[in-house]
């Protein structure tokens, strides 16, 4: 049965439009960009809206049902008990849903609202702008894109351990929709290409802002070559940590990433203002939850502009379309844990840890602007890629922190890549927990490939674009995925009613 579990529709469909997608993006990347674009603006102009309602009743479903009586339910039998520590389980999930995005955008983010503010009306690089870029990089690194992987992921683990059943999105949704196999195929199909999509753009996102600090603090040429040299090195890392399987590659590299993360947080915020950084810390937590209704639903009908659409709109497609390759990660890591735990774990944990990095690096950054009359926010304006390099321009030690950073940025990507080789191949196995190794090793290849490919023909934001008009269906089938739940939990209590489940 192993031998062909590859040997489904699902592998070759998705293998077929993903490579059509990259040929289209690497000869023709101007105008496949072009199209991406326009397709992608009309989706988040049009059906805006549907993305901000759909994951603020995500964030109450969620909150709902980890205190009402189905929170005491197990992820598997009712004895079990969760198959990885704390720890390791939170560096599984920070390392999955953030990857190096964090590290990129801690800084980029609160200076680009710094720079560029989220209201018309509110003056550019003052102290008001600097409280409220701070309150809204919390809410975009908070709950709300979190409870989108929770969805996703509660529903395949609940499939995968209490059940017994595969964790495909298709199976999720087949109380809803019934055994309807080519509709399943789609599904599973659309879920593949949107996580290759995702992760390739990632990949080479990741190599790029790499080479950007290798280049800026060793004097390297920013090269083709040196992209290269850091993709292959991945492609070997990641293959490696893949075939050693769940409990020991990703394990460890989840580990070694918080770590690090924790080291260069910690180092930063005693070198730092650190008062000041506790100061925005605590005042950014009470504008997020004062704005929190507010942010959440936030559209401009009435005077324009498109400065929601282009940040907390882009932000919830994002989290859409990364949810099946998240969620199913974050399913397959949780086993053993109750409904309540879950929820609590992936949905507060990974935010808290989040706010705690962009109040203490972007915290650090317009300290420094405001008081020290440096310019980080208007080179970021210039190129994000520099931010986190600029930020640490104004701190002792510096090259040891870039160091840090670059190496932090290349273990977050080898966890991604690995994460997703791994998910990707039990998406093309029919669910399998355990996947061959050639459909890792083949997965593994085609993400760098693609990735590789993007970088040098500069169709990569083209890409990233394309990936992210897939949210617009996957919303409806996040939607069909809470149902779908609802009806399993009910069911699941008549049989304990009638004597049938443990």
């Not at 924790?262 to 180092?267: D, E, I, P, R, Y």
């Not at 005693?270 to 939850?289: E, K, M, Q, R």
């Not at 809470?482 to 304990?496: E, G, Y």
Request: aromatic share 14%; hydrophobic share 55%.
């Amino acid at each position: 049965m192993r031998k062909h579990s590859y040997h489904n529709p699902v592998f070759y469909v998705s293998g077929s439009i993903i490579l059509l997608l990259v040929l289209l993006g690497a000869f023709f990347p101007k105008r496949f960009g072009e199209v991406a674009q326009v397709l992608f603006r009309f989706t988040t102009i049009n059906f805006g809206w549907l993305y901000l309602l759909v994951v603020f009743a995500f964030i109450l479903f969620l909150i709902t049902l980890s205190i009402s009586k189905y929170g005491k339910i197990r992820l598997g039998p009712q004895n079990s008990r969760p198959e990885y520590p704390f720890f390791t389980w939170i560096g599984m999930l920070f390392s999955a849903g953030f990857g190096s995005g964090l590290v990129f955008w801690g800084v980029a983010e609160p200076m680009s609202h710094f720079f560029l503010t989220p209201f018309p009306d509110l003056g550019s690089k003052s102290e008001e702008a600097a409280r409220v870029a701070m309150g809204y990089s919390f809410f975009h690194w908070g709950i709300s894109q979190w409870s989108v992987f929770a969805v996703v992921g509660l529903i395949i683990a609940y499939n995968q351990f209490k059940k017994e059943k595969n964790g495909l999105i298709s199976t999720a949704i087949r109380p809803v929709v019934g055994k309807n196999k080519i509709v399943g195929n789609a599904i599973d199909s659309f879920a593949v290409i949107a996580t290759v999509m995702g992760v390739a753009t990632s990949l080479g996102l990741g190599i790029l802002q790499m080479t950007g600090g290798i280049s800026s603090t060793f004097g390297f040429a920013n090269s083709t070559f040196l992209q290269l040299i850091i993709a292959l090195v991945m492609l070997v890392l990641y293959l490696l940590s893949s075939s050693t399987g769940l409990n020991k590659g990703i394990k460890w590299l989840s580990n070694i990433n918080l770590g690090i993360a924790l080291l260069l947080l910690l180092f930063v915020f005693f070198a730092g203002p650190t008062v000041f950084i506790l100061n925005s810390f605590v005042l950014g937590l009470g504008d997020y939850l004062t704005n929190f209704i507010q942010y959440s639903l936030r559209l401009t009908p009435y005077q324009g502009g498109s400065w929601v659409r282009d940040w907390t709109i882009f932000y919830w497609a994002w989290a859409i379309a990364w949810s099946p390759f998240v969620g199913a990660f974050v399913a397959r890591v949780s086993r053993g844990r109750t409904i309540r735990e879950f929820v609590i774990g992936v949905l507060f944990v990974p935010p808290a840890i989040a706010c705690l990095w962009v109040a203490t690096f972007g915290g650090t950054a317009l300290y420094s602007d405001l008081n020290n009359g440096t310019k980080i926010a208007e080179a970021v304006n210039e190129d994000v890629a520099v931010a986190l390099f600029e930020t640490f321009g104004v701190m002792p030690v510096s090259i040891v922190l870039t160091i840090l950073s670059i190496l932090l940025i290349f273990t977050f990507l080898v966890t991604s890549a690995d994460s997703a080789t791994y998910i990707l191949s039990s998406m093309t196995s029919k669910g399998s927990l355990n996947p061959a190794l050639f459909v890792k090793i083949v997965w593994g290849v085609l993400i760098t490939a693609i990735a590789v490919v993007l970088l040098i023909s500069g169709g990569l934001d083209a890409l990233q674009t394309a990936s992210l008009i897939s949210a617009l269906p996957f919303t409806i089938v996040l939607i069909l995925i809470v149902i779908a739940f609802i009806k399993l939990l009910k069911a699941n209590q008549t049989n304990k009613r009638d004597g049938k489940e443990s």
